[in-house]
């Protein structure tokens, strides 16, 4: 099984270089820690930055520089800032290439629910709705099984729904998935150590298995 | 030019009314108008509706006015890091309407720009979509939403001119410009106030015109709600 760590590196391997990105809070966050050097990427904040730095040192602090999950940041060289509006607006005018970002379930069509569980406070979905809606490219990172073993990847979403037929990767502790065009979850890789049976088990909505699947490479 | 200056925030706020209508600036903590805030924490008014993207912290922020009882409705995006917002939402002492954050910034700059409904796909197949009008774009469906107008709004800038021209710092931009434009009185904050003509006017992001009060502020505590440092 991987550590979220492991699954951040993983979705590292999606990106492609002169990509518009946008990382969701959580494991999507620690993706930025392993895209490779030689890849020349712009990380967007939707609360109006693109071009995310390395977190700040003490002396560079500086409480009007924030991210999307209000940590201090620095800016990156050639980065620009922007209102609100225009943040959304160039996330729902497809200029942002990829998104990446956690969820609670993911259904075998590509929906997603990760804003809001019944009887829990809620807090708000944030950017997420316009996020999911908008983005032509969505990886989902999370774990295959909540904390009780129960499958988060279902036939559909039990949770009420952040966005409808969007999800087209998703990366988990045991695997890597794509939404098929016609419904289902394709097996694609498989954590080290980890069995197609495993997997199986794990995936309550419909699992595709085509061929040997082979074991992830970091 | 058209002086827009005002003494200081008690003066900038004096005239706004229990039960009206406000938009405040700010993302998390970040460019939040604190003069303002503490300003309206001495007034004895009840019954606000605030548009803000958050809801403050316990003890700042809109977090303040919360614990005052002064406000009946949030309209957000977020509001998570907030026990006294928990408290009052879950014994139905407030209203709160949560939006998704793009289509919150879309219908503020609607408001501002005189256009009362557009097309967005943010919420399609879900809760936030009940009860609207959806319709089809090349194949894919999208949410009619309306705008938002407030009869305040409070903003937050770095530099500021006599005219109302400013300019914001980092992403203490966020909602702020946006809801200059909004509010039918716009009230600026400034941490420094120059005359008109001392500001490059190729730099201005929000254009005087939107701005009806300015006034220098004070004492900006800028807190942050997650210190993070590289290792």
């Given at each position: 099984m991987l550590t979220k760590d492991q699954i951040a590196q993983r979705i590292a391997k999606e990106v492609k270089n002169g990509q518009y990105i946008n990382l969701g809070i959580g494991i999507p966050t620690l993706v930025a820690n392993y895209i490779p050097d030689n890849l020349e990427v712009v990380l967007q904040s939707e609360n109006g930055l693109l071009g995310i730095g390395p977190f700040p040192t003490e002396d560079q602090i500086d409480p009007d520089l924030i991210n999307a999950g209000k940590q201090t940041v620095t800016m990156a060289k050639g980065s620009s800032l922007f209102n609100s509006a225009e943040s959304f607006g160039m996330i729902r005018g497809g200029h942002v290439h990829l998104t990446i970002l956690g969820a609670m379930e993911v259904s075998e069509n590509g929906d997603i629910s990760n804003w809001k569980i019944p009887g829990k406070m809620v807090k708000g979905m944030g950017g997420a709705m316009d996020l999911v809606a908008s983005a032509d490219n969505i990886i989902v990172a999370m774990q295959h099984c909540s904390r009780s073993g129960e499958s988060k990847l279902l036939p559909e979403c039990s949770l009420p729904i952040t966005g409808i037929r969007c999800v087209k990767k998703i990366v988990t502790d045991l695997a890597v998935l794509e939404i098929s065009p016609a419904g289902g979850f394709i097996l694609k890789e498989r954590a080290p150590g980890v069995t197609v049976e495993e997997i199986k088990q794990m995936t309550a909505g419909k699992l595709i298995i085509e061929g040997e699947i082979p074991e992830m490479i970091f | 030019m058209i002086n827009k200056t005002v003494k200081n925030a008690r003066e900038a706020v004096a005239?706004?009314?229990?039960?009206c209508m406000l938009m405040m600036g700010g993302f998390g903590l970040t460019g939040i108008p604190e003069n303002c805030i503490s300003a309206l924490l001495e007034k004895d008014i009840t019954g606000l509706t605030i548009v803000s993207n958050n809801a403050g912290v316990d003890d700042f922020g809109i977090g303040l006015l919360l614990k005052k009882r002064m406000v009946k409705k949030m309209i957000s995006s977020y509001v998570g890091e907030n026990a006294e917002f928990e408290r009052q939402l879950l014994s139905g002492e407030l209203e709160v309407d949560l939006i998704p954050q793009g289509t919150l910034a879309e219908r503020v700059r609607a408001g501002g720009a005189g256009i009362p409904a557009f097309f967005t796909p943010?919420?399609?197949?879900?809760?936030?979509?009940?009860g609207k009008e959806s319709r089809e774009f090349d194949g894919k469906m999208y949410l009619l939403e309306s705008w938002l107008k407030a009869d305040f709004s409070i903003v937050k800038a770095w530099k500021g001119d006599t005219a109302g021209n400013l300019i914001f710092k980092g992403t203490a931009r966020n909602f702020n410009p946006i809801m200059a434009a909004a509010g039918k009185i716009c009230i600026a904050e400034v941490e420094e106030l120059v005359e008109?003509?001392?500001?490059?006017p190729n730099q201005i992001h929000t254009p005087g015109i939107y701005v009806q009060r300015i006034f220098q502020g004070v004492n900006y505590e800028k807190r942050i709600e997650q210190r993070t440092v590289s290792k």
């Open positions: - | 005239d706004i009314p229990s039960n943010a919420g399609v197949g879900t809760e936030v979509a009940e008109a003509g001392e500001l490059d």
